[in-house]
């Protein structure tokens, strides 16, 4: 028994790799998740574009799981336009402007996310199929609604941020607190112009499901958005 004891406390469990341990961390949100899948969404759509006229066989297997990917995320996104009320219950900004876009930005986002969900269960057979085209456009108007005021609200940060630093830097001598803080600024301009990069992508995509037009509805198009708003989302959502 102390043989075993003693044997058992020199086996020593091998630590995680850092980037293991992120990986992770990321699947376990829910944000994350639905970024990997997006991925899978939109990588598939341009491989079934890319293969549609050459190989019918593989494109057809892309296609399905294009439409897989799309509805598994839809089923992630369940309840989520509680979050938006979430925001707005708790932190909807600091000054009157900052305020009433949160409103208008927070407001369309749930509308996009509440009607996904009519989407979704139209999509899948559970309610009449015939619906989906009419949730589709609800929520797309929503969404678009929603990217536009989150855009705005965020060059509004930005610019802050720039005016922000500038001041800090003009300073011949700084602390270490203005150090830091001039760090901070950098790494949410970061951020920020990455959130930018996935709602101007993501707006393409509604349009495209408002107003068809060749540009937004090229499978090019929503292929690359799809792609940039995705990337833009890990980055954001990856540990630090």
């Not at 994350?32 to 759509?45: A, M, P, R």
């Not at 549609?52 to 992630?76: C, H, M, Y």
């Not at 920020?192 to 509604?206: E, S, T």
Request: aromatic share 12%; proline share 2%.
């Amino acid at each position: 028994m102390n043989g075993g004891t003693k044997l058992h406390e020199h086996n020593h469990i091998p630590t995680m790799n850092d980037s293991v341990d992120k990986l992770v961390i990321f699947l376990a949100k829910r944000d994350g998740i639905d970024k990997l899948v997006k991925t899978f969404q939109y990588v598939s759509k341009l491989v079934n574009w890319h293969v549609e006229a050459t190989n019918p066989d593989i494109s057809k297997r892309f296609k399905q799981w294009e439409v897989a990917s799309g509805l598994s995320r839809k089923a992630f996104r369940t309840g989520r336009f509680l979050t938006g009320f979430n925001v707005l219950r708790r932190n909807p900004g600091s000054t009157h402007s900052l305020r009433l876009l949160a409103v208008l930005a927070n407001a369309g986002e749930m509308v996009y996310f509440f009607f996904d969900h009519f989407l979704w269960l139209a999509r899948i057979g559970t309610i009449d199929a015939n619906l989906a085209k009419r949730m589709s456009f609800i929520s797309a108007f929503g969404e678009s609604v929603g990217y536009v005021f989150f855009i705005i609200a965020d060059f509004i940060m930005l610019k802050k941020g720039v005016k922000e630093e500038r001041k800090l830097r003009s300073c011949k001598q700084k602390s270490a607190e203005e150090e830091k803080k001039i760090e901070e600024i950098r790494i949410d301009r970061v951020m920020r112009l990455m959130a930018v990069a996935a709602n101007v992508a993501d707006l393409f995509i509604a349009v495209a499901e408002i107003e068809p037009n060749p540009f937004c509805n090229h499978t090019v198009t929503l292929g690359i958005s799809g792609l940039v708003s995705a990337w833009a989302g890990w980055y954001r959502n990856w540990p630090s």
